[in-house]
Antibody
C-alpha cells in the first residue's frame, strides 16, 4: 500500500520560516512527481508547487503567491519531500498536504496534512 | 492561467437523490479534469480521473463526464456517507494547477 506521512508544521511569527517534510512509503519515490497543496481554514484547495523526478530534471514549479518565498525539494535517498517556507505571511496559514500522482495525471495518494499557523 | 468555475457552491439533497455538480474551464482542457471528495478534517480522495474514469475502489454511483470546457460529476443515488465537499481540478496546463471552488453536499 502506498502512503505519505507528513511532519513539521506549527506556529510561526510573520516573517519567519518553517520546513515541512513528507515521507513516501510503498512506491518508488525517486520516480514520483511530488506536489504540495494547501487549504486555508474554511477555504478550498490551492496548489502550492511541485517537483518532478530526477529523470525529468528535478524541475520545480510554484504558484504565484509563494514563488520566491517557498522552495520544494526532495531527498530521494530518504524518500522524503520538503517544503521550505520563508518570509511567511498570515495568509499562508493553512493545512498543507503533500500528494503524488502514481498512476494517472491525478493525485491518488495524499499525506495526512499538517497545520501551519502564521500569527504574532 | 486556466480558471475552473464549479457550481453550485453548496447543495442539500435527500438520501437516494441524484446529485449533479458542474465545472467549467476557461479554455479547452480536453479531458484533463479530475474530481475529489473531501470529508472534514481529512485529506482529499480521488474519485474520478481524466473526466470520466472511476478510481479503483470507488462506488459506481459516482460518475463523471465531459470534455473541452464543460464537465459534470454525478452521484446517482446519494448515500449518508457521501456528505462531503467535492472539488474538480484541471491538469491540462500548469503552473498553476487549479482547483474549482468546491461544492459542499449536505443531507436535506
Amino acid at each position: 500500500e502506498e502512503y505519505l506521512v507528513q511532519s513539521g508544521g506549527g506556529l510561526v511569527k510573520p516573517g519567519g520560516s518553517l520546513k515541512l517534510s513528507c515521507e513516501g512509503f510503498g512506491f518508488t519515490f525517486r520516480d514520483a512527481w511530488m506536489t504540495w497543496v494547501r487549504q486555508a481554514p474554511g477555504k478550498g484547495l490551492e496548489w502550492v508547487g511541485r517537483i518532478k523526478s530526477k529523470s525529468d530534471g528535478w524541475t520545480t514549479d510554484y504558484a504565484a503567491p509563494v514563488k520566491g518565498r517557498f522552495t520544494v525539494s526532495r531527498d530521494d535517498s530518504r524518500d522524503t519531500l520538503f517544503l521550505q517556507m520563508n518570509s511567511l505571511k498570515t495568509e499562508d496559514t493553512a493545512v498543507y498536504y503533500c500528494a503524488t500522482e502514481l498512476t494517472y495525471d491525478a493525485f491518488d495518494v495524499w499525506g495526512q496534512g499538517t497545520l501551519v499557523t502564521v500569527s504574532s | 492561467d486556466i480558471q475552473v468555475t464549479q457550481s453550485p457552491s453548496s447543495l442539500s439533497a435527500s438520501i437516494g437523490d441524484r446529485v449533479t455538480i458542474t465545472c467549467r474551464a476557461s479554455q479547452d482542457i480536453s479531458n484533463y479534469l479530475n474530481w475529489y471528495q473531501q470529508k472534514p478534517g481529512k485529506a482529499p480522495k480521488l474519485l474520478i480521473y481524466e473526466a470520466s474514469n472511476l478510481e479503483t475502489g470507488v462506488p459506481s454511483r459516482f460518475s463523471g463526464s465531459g470534455s473541452g470546457t464543460y464537465f459534470t460529476f454525478t452521484i446517482s443515488s446519494l448515500q449518508p456517507e457521501d456528505v462531503a465537499t467535492y472539488y474538480c481540478q484541471q491538469y491540462d496546463d500548469l503552473p498553476p494547477l487549479t482547483f474549482g471552488g468546491g461544492t459542499k453536499v449536505e443531507l436535506k
